[in-house]
């Protein structure tokens, strides 16, 4: 029997954090989320997550600084950036941060279930999820 995948969702928008937590518990993933990134690192270094969706403006830690301090830890998670914010030059400071992959919103469902690894992914809805 395989293991349950663990996720964290920082955002702080709870709208975000209720639908990222919709898409993925129902196919069997642990949610733990948070609305700021100080809350967000802590809770990650908690739950040692395999992924972790991260917005970019947050209060208190912004998902740069979030990511850095994860990828700078032993076995870090998948970091998924998931922000409103479209610019090549921001994708790139999230690479260059750690992230691993950047989902601009509104992101569909089934990109949060590729970004986890689910194979429903592959054969999911294609439409836009409600995202602020």
């Known amino acids: 029997m395989s293991r ?3 996720v964290v969702v920082v ?3 709870p709208t975000i954090l209720a639908l990222v937590s919709a898409i993925l518990r129902p196919v069997g993933v642990d949610v733990a989320t948070a609305v700021d990134g100080e809350a967000g690192l802590a809770l990650a270094q908690l739950v040692k997550p395999d992924v972790v969706f ?3 403006m947050m209060p208190r830690m912004n998902g740069y600084e979030v ?4 990828k700078a830890g032993p076995a870090s998670p998948k970091i998924v950036m998931i922000t409103a914010r479209t610019s090549t ?3 790139l400071a999230a690479l260059a941060a750690g992230a691993d992959d950047y989902l601009r919103k509104p992101f569909r469902a089934e990109d ?4 986890v690894g689910h194979p429903e ?3 999911g809805d294609t439409a836009p ?3 602020a």
């Open 4 to 6: 349950k995948v663990k």
């Open 11 to 13: 955002d702080d928008e």
């Open 54 to 56: 991260l917005d970019i």
């Open 67 to 70: 990511c850095r301090a994860l």
């Open 89 to 91: 030059e921001d994708e």
């Open 112 to 115: 949060i279930l590729r970004a």
């Open 121 to 123: 992914a592959a054969e």
């Open 129 to 131: 999820a409600e995202s």
